[in-house]
């Protein structure tokens, strides 16, 4: 049995809008990840089975090694489809925001989900959740979206119309927020779902490989580069830094996704807590900041403080504006004011 996450007031309202919307459109952040995907497939496959109309639409590109999940061809791309996604925000019943806290993780969508006279649903797991929903379903002491999704059709009473392709998607967004079940994966609840999935026909090792063992000759040589040259280890602070430049990103063939994960590996070094990792953007004109750390080192902290962020204890990420240089020294000046905080042990 799981216990109780989502508030009994929240699943009420929740199911008096799902029974008497028709259109319902479910948007979710920016370069959206595994968790973003699955969470909305998973919740648009639901919703499917209840004849509704559903769409969801996505802000930009994601990455290709999410192409395979079922429903991922339907997805909607704000930035191609701009005016059509508009129509369909403008006359939908119901937007369901999921996997995002703050209407400025959506980009340029954020207007148009802003305007639109749709009731708000917030489903989520990040903290400080801002008011532009009526209906907050946010726990940030949940690992991912997808888990959320995934409770809140249980205690809407439909566990038995999650389909296999809907628990594909709802276990592969589970699988991502956690590193394949490496960190914010203590909780015994997880397990109890993925059994749960199982029994719904879905092959989790399959799911494994489609996502982390199909990627390109190219990423594999970006990564050889990164380590043998882009990395620098601060032992005396138990961080490291990776930067790329766009130069670099296009000499090994760079396509979105490719560096996914990078910033994790300087974790698996004895010692390192913290993990910060630089990107030229290839679409904006910005450096992509991705953040990591173990144990109780807030790496959202300095996502905050640091680089107009935010996000997860372990997890987080930034925008910068300036040079490479520039964020480097930022980088420095981070770990001077956070020492105290990194000298723990693993
Ligand atoms: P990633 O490093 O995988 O891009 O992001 C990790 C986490 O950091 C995301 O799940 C999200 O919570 C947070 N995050 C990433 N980029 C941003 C950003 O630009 N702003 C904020 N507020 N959070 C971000
Ligand atoms: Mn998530």
């Known amino acids: ?24 459109v479910i948007v979710t952040h920016v370069s959206p990840d595994g968790d973003a995907i699955g969470s909305s497939l998973g919740l648009w496959h639901f919703l499917e089975s209840q004849e509704k109309t559903v769409n969801v639409i996505v802000p930009n590109a994601f990455p290709d090694f999410l192409r395979w999940m079922p429903g991922a061809k ?11 996604a508009n129509k369909l925000l403008n006359e939908a019943d119901v937007i369901c925001c999921l996997d995002f806290n703050a209407l400025s993780r959506i980009d340029a969508m954020a ?3 802003a305007q639109s006279p749709a009731r708000k649903m917030m489903i989520d797991h990040h903290l400080n959740p801002e008011a532009f929903c009526k209906i907050i379903i946010s726990h940030p002491e949940i690992s991912s979206t997808s888990e959320l999704v995934f409770r809140l059709i249980c205690r809407l009473g439909y566990f038995e119309d999650i389909t296999k392709e809907g628990a594909e998607c709802i276990y592969t967004g589970m699988m991502t927020d956690t590193g394949g079940f490496t960190y914010n994966s203590n909780d015994r609840e997880i397990y109890f779902i993925i059994s749960e999935l199982l029994s719904k026909g879905i092959d989790k090792d399959e799911i494994y490989r489609k996502v982390y063992n199909t990627y390109s000759e190219g990423r594999l040589r970006l990564m050889g580069y990164v380590l043998y040259d882009k990395m620098q280890v601060f032992p005396q602070f138990n961080s490291a830094l990776i930067w790329l430049t766009k130069e670099e990103q296009s000499k090994f063939q760079y396509v979105k996704g490719d560096t996914e994960g990078f910033v994790n590996i300087p974790l698996s070094i004895k010692n390192i807590i913290f ?17 990591r750390s173990v144990g109780a ?7 905050v403080e640091f680089f107009n962020g935010g996000g997860h204890l372990n997890a987080s990420g930034g925008e910068f504006y300036g040079t490479m240089d ?15 905080l990194l000298l723990v042990k693993k």
Do not use: G
């Open 1 to 24: 049995m799981l216990s109780k996450v989502i508030a009994q007031a929240n699943i009420d309202h929740a199911e008096k809008w799902f029974e008497r919307a028709d259109k319902i």
């Open 74 to 84: 339907d997805i909607i791309r704000y930035d191609k489809y701009t005016e059509f």
């Open 111 to 113: 207007d148009a989900v």
């Open 326 to 340: 520039e964020a480097i020294d930022l980088f420095k000046q981070a770990l001077v004011k956070y020492e105290e």
């Open 275 to 291: 993990s910060v990792f630089l990107r030229e953007d290839t679409e904006k004109n910005m450096i992509k900041v991705s953040l």
């Open 297 to 303: 080192f807030p790496c959202n902290k300095v996502a």
